[in-house]
């Protein structure tokens, strides 16, 4: 009698221990499940443009390539007007919006209703472009000032032409610290997970190298 009741006891021992070794299963499924449902679908990943040679780093880092890349031409799309400005200012703020911060939507609204108001836009025609010889290539350390692995300082030098009725208007030299951060909210929008958030600090005119001969000229 005793060798049957031994033998029960060892029978509900085991299948004791088969329940919790299936309670530990379920429990690892049910955490595989979670984590493939909270996974995302897609990752951004960035690597330099220049792909001659190997590149090792993590894969939330971005090269700061990418980023003068990406506010070089966001920064011209949005301050070029080919036809009018009074509508291709206005029009442009809206088609890259997705690339802006929102308090940099604001301010360019905001600047937009000014020059709108002062009648600095209607009928004028702008075209911006990188200077020769300023580009990113030309002083790498100069162009890309990262800030923090969320948000960056990118030094563009543009010249800025204007025209009025094809009347030259206004011809300008300039320095503009954009400050560009991370943005990965919807790739489908937005496939570079950055955007501009505007100056860092007021714009700065800068001389060319024909003005700077032409002082040295003077001088003499």
């Not at 220049?50 to 939330?60: F, V």
């Not at 506010?71 to 080919?82: A, E």
């Not at 030098?157 to 025209?163: F, R």
Request: with cysteine; proline share 6%; glycine share 4%.
């Amino acid at each position: 009698m005793s060798r049957v009741r031994n033998e029960v006891r060892r029978l509900e021992g085991h299948v004791t221990s088969l329940r919790i070794a299936l309670l530990l299963v379920s429990m690892l499924a049910a955490y595989g499940i979670y984590g493939m449902k909270t996974a995302p679908d897609s990752l951004n990943i960035h690597v330099p443009p220049d792909l001659r040679s190997g590149s090792s780093r993590m894969w939330w880092d971005i090269p700061p390539e990418n980023i003068y890349a990406f506010t070089s031409y966001i920064f011209q799309q949005l301050n070029s007007w080919p036809a009018d400005g009074a509508k291709d200012y206005k029009r442009n703020i809206h088609a890259l919006q997705n690339y802006l911060t929102p308090a940099c939507k604001v301010f360019l609204e905001g600047d937009y209703e000014f020059r709108n108001k002062n009648n600095e836009l209607k009928g004028r025609v702008r075209g911006v472009y990188e200077l020769p010889g300023r580009g990113y290539a030309d002083d790498e350390a100069l162009r890309v000032q990262q800030q923090s692995i969320n948000d960056w300082v990118v030094n563009l030098d543009l010249a800025t032409d204007e025209y009025y009725s094809s009347e030259p208007v206004k011809r300008t030299f300039v320095r503009y610290p954009i400050r560009v951060v991370r943005l990965d909210k919807d790739a489908e929008k937005n496939p570079w997970g950055l955007a501009l958030d505007c100056y860092s600090s007021a714009p700065m005119r800068i001389a060319t190298p024909d003005e700077k001969a032409a002082t040295s000229t003077e001088v003499k």
